[in-house]
């Protein structure tokens, strides 16, 4: 089966994050993750769609099951994890996408290169953070501040020290790297491109877009309706 076209993830990874800023409360949030957990299943990544279900439960249990964890600072960091990781599940999708295919096609429509570098960049940066945070969390283990699986949830601000500033000096030195490779490679050249990817706007493409987008609406108005 020939790949989607790169808009088409484009634009639903856009619908994702516009529902996902726009909905309040646990019946939206729950609706949303709930449809991109079913297109993951759809693209045959259980596994993926598995992971980021046990995640978004344990997430919403701690938040909406325990009153005083929405006071505090640890509060927000969970609900902003809540409200970012449907669109996540489908940047997963996104992210499968090929940097050549999306380089044409946003030539085609006339996209700032700015703009162009900037997503391919992304493309190539995600799969990458995912190495290097269990790269990061082996070098934990092995210097044994945490012992046990469990240590970094009984112990979660530690566990984000340990994680997010080590993650930061890699990402800026990895962002610096995929500029200079992006570069390298031609990406500010005026030429036209050309790739050997299927590239274009098909029936499926369609489809797949307009019940997204119906799927979308209604958990905005189920959203609106219940509060």
């Given at each position: 089966m020939k790949p989607f076209d790169p808009r088409s993830w484009l634009i639903i990874l856009i619908l994702a994050f516009a529902v996902s800023i726009l909905s309040v409360g646990w019946i939206p949030l729950s609706l949303l993750a709930c449809v991109s957990v079913m297109i993951l299943f759809l693209f045959k990544k259980k596994q993926t769609a598995g992971k980021f279900f046990v995640i978004y439960a344990i997430c919403s249990l701690a938040f909406f099951g325990l009153p005083f964890v929405q006071t505090s600072a640890f509060g927000v960091?969970?609900?902003?994890?809540?409200?970012?990781?449907?669109?996540?599940?489908i940047g997963m999708l996104f992210i499968g996408t090929s940097p050549s295919a999306m380089l044409y096609v946003g030539q085609r429509m006339h996209v700032p290169k700015s703009i162009l570098l900037m997503i391919c960049i992304l493309l190539r940066f995600f799969p990458i953070v995912f190495g290097e945070i269990h790269a990061i969390w082996e070098g934990i283990r092995a210097r044994?501040?945490?012992?046990?699986?469990?240590?970094?949830?009984?112990?979660?601000?530690?566990?984000?020290?340990?994680?997010?500033?080590p993650l930061i000096v890699r990402a800026l030195k990895l962002s610096s790297e995929l500029s200079c490779a992006a570069e390298v490679r031609g990406v500010e050249a005026d030429a036209q491109r050309t790739t050997i990817r299927a590239v274009g706007i098909h029936s499926r493409d369609i489809a797949l877009i307009s019940i997204y987008t119906v799927a979308m609406f209604g958990i905005i108005v189920f959203g609106r309706v219940a509060l």
């Open positions: 960091m969970l609900y902003s994890a809540i409200k970012m990781l449907p669109v996540l599940m044994n501040i945490f012992p046990h699986w469990y240590d970094a949830i009984i112990h979660p601000a530690i566990a984000y020290e340990c994680f997010v500033l």
